[in-house]
């Protein structure tokens, strides 16, 4: 079983709908992050959490919405779905780091469609 | 504002060739990662370099740190058509809480 575990894994949406994407870990890790993926823009965050009562915005954090209902579970919504929203997101988790290192693993990505 | 610039952006390469990517970054940091991405796939690491002149190597593939630079490379060595993939580098600065990707570098290794 896949250590961050993202549903659904595809989804095609309607302007102005809200839609939830989740995100599930079993490593135990504190940190957890969402990023969208455009073609030739590489990652951009957009919200992270350091734990439970620490959330954060990233670069581009207008028009979503994130809740970390539990160590292991971070959602990120999108309050009123919009064509450029349409991209690839991934949830990505890490610890605190041994000697500053925190390397990311992410999940296998939500493709996501607004028509 | 933490920027990370690769390049290049895109690569075509004849299988047995050596190449190198290059990932420069605007501040001072002491933690750059590199990360591969096979197509419709996540993202994986590779690499973690930690400080000035690290090195690191896995097959056909070797990572290095010039921190003064403020550059890292990804050599190729005799590619292989397995080598296809987009790589990224990612760049965490001391006083940042996340990384910061580069655009990536969509490698194809042509028979």
């Known amino acids: 079983d896949a250590d961050v575990t993202q549903t659904p894994r595809n989804r095609i949406t309607k302007t102005g709908k809200r839609i939830m994407l989740e995100c599930s870990q079993t490593?135990?890790?504190?940190?957890m992050y969402w990023y969208r993926q455009d073609p030739g823009l590489g990652l951009r965050l957009i919200y992270y959490?350091?734990?439970?009562?620490?959330?954060n915005k990233g670069e581009i954090s207008d028009g979503y919405s994130v809740s970390r209902q539990a160590q292991a579970k971070f959602s990120l919504s999108l309050e009123s779905a919009i064509p450029n929203q349409t991209a690839l997101y991934f949830c990505?988790?890490?610890?605190?780091?041994?000697?500053?290192?925190?390397?990311?693993?992410f999940g296998a990505g939500t493709r996501l469609s607004v028509l | 504002e933490l920027k990370v610039e690769q390049n290049p952006l895109f690569l075509s390469m004849q299988e047995g060739k050596n190449y190198t990517i290059y990932c420069n970054y605007s501040?001072?940091?002491?933690?750059l990662y590199w990360y591969r991405q096979d197509p419709g796939k996540s993202l994986e690491s590779l690499f973690v370099?930690?400080?000035?002149?690290a090195v690191k190597q896995e097959g056909r593939l070797m990572a290095s740190l010039d921190t003064k630079a403020r550059l890292s490379t990804l050599h190729i060595t005799a590619a292989v058509h397995d080598l296809s993939a987009t790589y990224f580098c990612?760049?965490?600065?001391?006083?940042?809480?996340?990384?910061?990707f580069g655009s990536g570098t969509q490698l194809t290794v042509l028979p």
């Open positions: 990505a988790t890490s610890d605190s780091g041994q000697g500053g290192v925190h390397i990311q693993y």
């Open positions: 490593k135990g890790h504190d940190r």
């Open positions: 959490s350091f734990d439970v009562k620490d959330i």
């Open positions: 501040t001072t940091s002491d933690r």
């Open positions: 370099l930690l400080s000035n002149g």
């Open positions: 990612a760049v965490h600065s001391g006083s940042a809480r996340q990384l910061t």
